[in-house]
């Protein structure tokens, strides 16, 4: 699924061929704004290659390699050896939406990690992994075109590791182990009350592919694309969520701590642009 899947699936076809490859398994997501569904049926068709959905997985596939790239439910087929490709560098983030939970955390370095697939998620051997350095601000856009080139890489070294026959892995440190959460709309709604520099990261690592952060101004729900740190200013009854100035329509508001100035956002339910604001003693939450 997904850009990356987009990504593998061509260099698979590029460096392997076609042949290579027994089926394709995409599905939909309705969470996402990109999802990568249509892309990869086409390049699978394109290539002569069958295309099947989630529901619909061929039932003998005990002689197959599955791997697992971008997906977001469990294996429950019996392939040979399924090899998950997972946006983090094991054992830190396992589980759900790891490289948003990386950026809102302000990691450094991320990266992508093929492993062997286990009853408990994102916990099998380590076959390889890859990572890239991040400098902050950057969207969540700019970390999956910064990590798609590590799943190229791995992807490459993986189908070689099939070929040959040899799984040599790594055994994760499980004293080094890390979770993240799965999320739902409740997750994305702006937390006002957070500094500054951590609501500005929640915001780019929400936004596309995914839907954004979201706020509520006058009963409204808006989503927030866009937003940039303000140098703060001594406030006697700090009231995160408040309107502090509003410059050229632009509304600056008043976080736990820092200030932050919104630059694009829009009403969820017409998608019409919230700025410029009219109304400069505007609450910012719920």
């Not at 500094?195 to 927030?224: E, H, L, M, N």
């Not at 995160?240 to 329509?249: H, S």
Request: net charge negative; with cysteine.
């Amino acid at each position: 699924m997904t850009a990356k899947g987009v990504a593998v699936l061509s260099k698979i076809i590029n460096d392997f061929g076609p042949d290579s490859i027994a089926f394709v398994v995409t599905a939909e997501d309705k969470e996402n704004n990109y999802d990568g569904f249509e892309d990869i049926k086409r390049i699978s068709n394109d290539a002569n290659i069958s295309v099947y959905s989630r529901y619909t997985i061929p039932s003998n596939v005990n002689s197959v390699v599955a791997l697992a790239v971008s997906w977001r439910w469990l294996i429950t087929e019996n392939f040979s050896t399924t090899i998950i490709f997972h946006d983090s560098l094991l054992p830190k983030y396992r589980g759900f939406a790891p490289l948003v939970s990386a950026l809102i955390n302000g990691e450094n370095r991320i990266g992508v990690t093929a492993l062997l697939a286990k009853e408990e998620y994102d916990s099998g051997p380590i076959l390889a992994q890859k990572n890239a350095l991040l400098h902050y601000p950057v969207t969540i856009r700019q970390a999956i075109e910064k990590i798609i080139p590590c799943y190229e890489d791995l992807v490459e070294k993986v189908v070689n590791l099939i070929t040959k026959g040899n799984f040599k892995s790594v055994q994760q440190d499980e004293s080094e182990a890390t979770y993240s959460l799965w999320l739902d709309e409740t997750d994305y709604q702006i937390d006002w009350n957070l500094d500054a520099s951590q609501i500005r990261r929640f915001i780019d690592a929400t936004g596309y592919p995914y839907k954004g952060a979201f706020t509520y101004v006058s009963g409204s729900k808006i989503r927030v694309f866009t937003a940039e740190e303000e140098k703060d200013v001594e406030i006697e009854n700090r009231i995160p969520g408040k309107v502090i100035f509003c410059r050229n329509g632009e509304p600056i508001i008043v976080c736990g701590s820092g200030l932050l100035k919104l630059k694009h956002a829009v009403f969820e339910d017409t998608m019409e642009d919230v700025l410029p604001l009219l109304k400069f003693r505007t609450r910012f939450g719920h």
